[in-house]
């Protein structure tokens, strides 16, 4: 199947500081993309639909200035969390769709932000 | 989207076969039931997909009744490694904004 790819894994930074996290779609064009946050012992509860070439499209209490998205290119999109607080620690997740096939979707392996 | 629900979690032994039924009320006609299987600090993964009657792949089976309104995944001979949690998703595969349930935790002890 198609693999997406998450990077970094996991990451630590001080509070009030910027994480990029990236997902990349290693071997197909994904047209649209998509950002989950996962708290623990919970469901995964879907951030935002990013669209290449397009602002994203941010789900009800989800503060667009905190949670940055850019998708720039077909296989490629980013989520930069901003001036980072200990309760923005969670597990992020993208998917993302093949362009113009009707298929499941497809989840990178997530990445662990620990904000201290 | 539909509405889903499932139970919270299941036990099962190794060897054992697990049944999870989803219950979906309020399935639209071009909505389609996907299952999905996410172990602890990684993504979700697919495991099978069906719109009607049944549907048979390497890992799973899914059936799925004439009114559609519920589903049920079939884990065959089920082992450690199957201990994680099962969501049950529905929805237009043309849609990609997938809503994720609570899901089921399934635990099998050796």
């Known amino acids: 199947g198609a693999v997406v790819s998450q990077h970094p894994s996991r990451v630590i930074c001080k509070s009030g500081t910027s994480v990029k996290i990236e997902c990349r779609s290693l071997?197909?064009?994904?047209?649209?993309m998509f950002w989950y946050r996962q708290f623990p012992k919970q469901s995964l509860m879907l951030m935002a639909t990013?669209?290449?070439?397009?602002?994203?499209?941010?789900e009800q209490g989800v503060e667009k200035d905190k949670f940055l998205i850019n998708h720039a290119s077909l296989t490629l999109s980013t989520l930069t969390v901003t001036s980072a607080h200990p309760e923005d620690s969670s597990f992020y997740i993208c998917?993302?769709?093949?362009?113009?096939?009707?298929?499941?979707?497809?989840f990178g392996q997530g990445t662990r932000l620990t904000v201290v | 989207l539909a509405k889903t629900t499932q139970p919270i979690s299941m036990d099962s032994y190794e060897g054992q076969e697990v049944n999870i039924t989803c219950s979906h009320n309020?399935?639209?006609?071009?909505?389609?039931i996907t299952w999905y299987q996410q172990f602890p600090s990684q993504g979700p993964r697919f495991i099978i997909q069906?719109?009607?009657t049944k549907v048979t792949n390497e890992v799973a089976s899914l059936f799925i009744p004439a009114d559609r309104k519920s589903s049920t995944l079939s884990l065959p001979r089920v082992s450690l490694s199957d201990t994680a949690v099962y969501y049950c998703l529905v929805g237009d595969i043309r849609d990609y904004k997938l809503s994720f349930g609570a899901g089921t935790t399934v635990t099998v002890r050796a």
């Open positions: 998917s993302a769709k093949l362009r113009g096939v009707d298929t499941e979707a497809f």
């Open positions: 069906g719109y009607k």
């Open positions: 071997d197909f064009q994904a047209t649209t």
């Open positions: 309020n399935i639209a006609t071009n909505d389609y």
């Open positions: 990013s669209n290449e070439g397009s602002k994203a499209t941010y």
